[in-house]
């Protein structure tokens, strides 16, 4: 027993003088960092409350996670945090988590909105960035700190909804393009032209055969269909182009229009148009009208066929039906509705490069354009 009584003073003693040995050699002093800054700033949670519409016309509106990340930047020289590109319009911004990484372990700090009080930022605390936020991040030495402007933003109006502003009359996009077609139409003694793909033309000759040219309109000759050519539309004829993104170098054609002006429902004719080298040569497909198929395409006096935010959008002056099954079906929107309150008598639509889609009443000459804010 003494023995081990012995030991565990000797060691006692040892610590004690090695703890003293430290403490009189050991004359510097720590010294804490004072510079620190905001390195990443992200949101962690923003909740959406999407206000919908039931058959039965019942509104109701549920919450659901914005699932979309978000990316801030974080402008140094100015000391301001901001998202270009803005939150959808329906995002609660007055209940957010966010997460801020900060340089030489600083501790990130948001000011009161509505005193000099600074609230340590925990990942779990909900905050109100309805209005932009003082966030500081204090460095080690617990005075010296950086102080940011963080500023959400969000639109302003509805998403996935057109907005719409009447424009001067004279700013309806010219289509040169289709005069230029138009000339070598005529000039190849042939009816009327139709359309333009990327790399091919289609026109009617007088004999109201669906002819093709690939060669800028120098050559023209009869294109293939899989069906009679008595169901080619012969008025109120509309034309669309748009990349097929199953394939490169490929477009997706649409013809539509009715064969006789007492039709209630307008033909449909599509077309997929392959350019690379060793593609087989494309032929015009029927779209039949199925008895069971209740979205059809009406017929209409002033048709137009766009694409539109990877959408074909068949327009006239009462209405706006979307198709996105190749012109099989056609279907109105909520979201994707001509002006409100207006009167429209007959309209043309085109699509601008710029991402805008143009109206213009070919009776009143009014000029409308749209844009849609997109989740």
């Known amino acids: 027993m003494n023995k081990h009584i012995s030991a565990l003073f000797a060691l006692i003693v040892g610590a004690l003088m090695m703890t003293s ?3 009189s050699d050991d004359t510097s002093e720590i010294i804490y960092n004072n510079d620190t800054a905001i390195t990443a700033f992200s949101l962690t949670t923003v909740n959406r409350y999407i206000h919908t519409t039931s058959s039965s016309g019942a509104d109701s509106v549920y919450k659901k996670a914005l699932s979309t990340p978000v990316s801030f930047n974080i402008d140094q020289y100015n ?4 998202n270009t590109d803005s939150l959808l319009n329906d995002c609660d911004l007055k209940h957010v988590l966010i997460s801020v990484s900060t340089k030489n372990s ?3 700090v948001i000011k009161s909105l509505t005193s000099d009080t600074l609230t340590t930022i925990l990942s779990t605390d909900s905050l109100d960035f309805t209005q932009p936020r003082e966030v500081r991040v204090y460095a080690q030495d617990g005075k010296s700190y950086r102080a940011y ?4 933003n969000k639109h302003q109006v509805a998403t996935d909804k057109i907005l719409w502003e009447k424009m001067p009359a004279d700013s309806y996009p010219y289509d040169a393009e289709e005069e230029k077609w138009d000339q070598i139409v005529e000039n190849a003694g042939l009816a009327q032209f139709i359309g333009a793909g990327t ?3 289609y026109a009617y000759d007088m ?6 040219s690939k060669d800028e309109g120098a050559t023209w000759n009869p294109d293939t269909l899989d069906a009679s050519t008595t169901l080619l539309p012969r008025e109120n004829i509309a034309f669309v182009s748009y990349p097929f993104e199953a394939n490169e170098d490929t477009d997706y054609q649409l013809i539509a229009g009715v064969v006789d002006e007492d039709d209630i429902v307008s033909v449909v004719w599509r077309k997929v148009a392959e350019y690379a080298e060793g593609s087989q040569p494309g032929k015009w497909c029927f779209v039949p ?4 198929n209740r979205y059809y395409l009406p017929s209409s006096s002033d048709l137009s066929l766009v694409w539109f935010h990877k959408k074909v959008l068949a327009i006239s002056n009462s209405w706006i039906l979307v198709s996105i099954d190749g012109g099989i079906t056609w279907k109105e929107y909520e979201k994707l509705q001509l002006p ?13 490069g710029e991402g805008a889609i143009w109206l213009k009443d070919l009776i009143t000459d009014n000029v409308w354009r749209g844009i849609l804010v997109e989740e």
Do not use: H, I, P, W
């Open 340 to 352: 409100d309150d207006e009167n429209l008598m007959s309209v043309k639509a085109c699509t601008d």
């Open 21 to 23: 040995c430290l403490k």
């Open 289 to 292: 009208v199925e008895v069971f």
């Open 149 to 152: 402007k963080v500023t959400m």
């Open 199 to 201: 790399k091919e033309a």
């Open 207 to 212: 004999d109201g055969r669906l002819m093709v």
């Open 79 to 82: 000391q301001t945090v901001y």
């Open 106 to 108: 600083g501790v990130a």
